[in-house]
């Protein structure tokens, strides 16, 4: 992503609250159920990409999970989280990148991305990011992908993202990884509008 990109979403997590984006969630229950479901083990390694200023990580430490990554492009969301967790931000590891770029000394046993992967527009990106995951994922690893379907909206934030199907997913991530289930969610923004998602999990095969 470009240097405008980035500046764009440090804007948006500088001047407004956490409760003042259309993606914010108060209890984001079906990562936290799909978590949950995936590994009771705790020391699970867990990454968020896209995390940003997200209230999933708060859950997860209340939960006890003890290896969290966050990734999110831009430092002022991750500047924000780190403020709202306070004496806990240091029991996260953080991640100011874009995915594309990233790079990891270890595998993860959980790659959960909720809002992230349908910024990606580029047919080339697409593929790299699908390559990023089979890369970094272990070899029993699972992806929790929530994105905007085909009943969701156009753009986010003014940027026009890529609505999915639950077919498209799973083509998309073959034939490493193999569909396990998927469910639609009505996400109700703080603004009191409506986003379709679909949130697909995929195992590596």
Avoid at 69 to 97: F, N
Avoid at 146 to 172: D, H
């Amino acid at each position: 992503m470009t240097q405008s990109t980035k500046d764009h979403w440090n804007k948006i997590y500088q001047n407004k609250k956490i409760d003042e984006v259309s993606w914010f969630q108060e209890k984001p229950m079906i990562s936290l159920e799909l978590i949950r479901k995936l590994s009771q083990n705790k020391k699970a390694a867990i990454i968020d990409v896209g995390g940003g200023d997200s209230l999933l990580i708060d859950y997860l430490l209340d939960e006890d999970y003890l290896d969290i990554t966050v990734l999110d492009i831009s430092k002022e969301a991750i500047r924000k989280a780190k403020e709202r967790l306070g004496d806990k931000a240091h029991k996260i590891k953080w991640v100011v990148s874009d995915i594309l770029d990233f790079k990891s000394e270890k595998p993860f046993d959980i790659w959960h991305d909720r809002a992230c992967f349908h910024f990606i527009t580029s047919k080339n990106d697409t593929i790299k990011y699908v390559e990023k995951v089979d890369k970094f994922l272990n070899a029993k690893g699972a992806i929790i992908m929530g994105v905007f379907s085909k009943m969701g909206p156009e753009k986010c934030s003014g940027i026009p993202i890529i609505q999915y199907s639950e077919n498209q997913i799973s083509l998309l991530f073959e034939p490493k990884f193999k569909k396990i289930s998927s469910t639609y969610h009505e996400h109700i923004t703080p603004f009191d509008t409506s986003q379709n998602f679909i949130f697909c999990h995929l195992k590596k095969r």
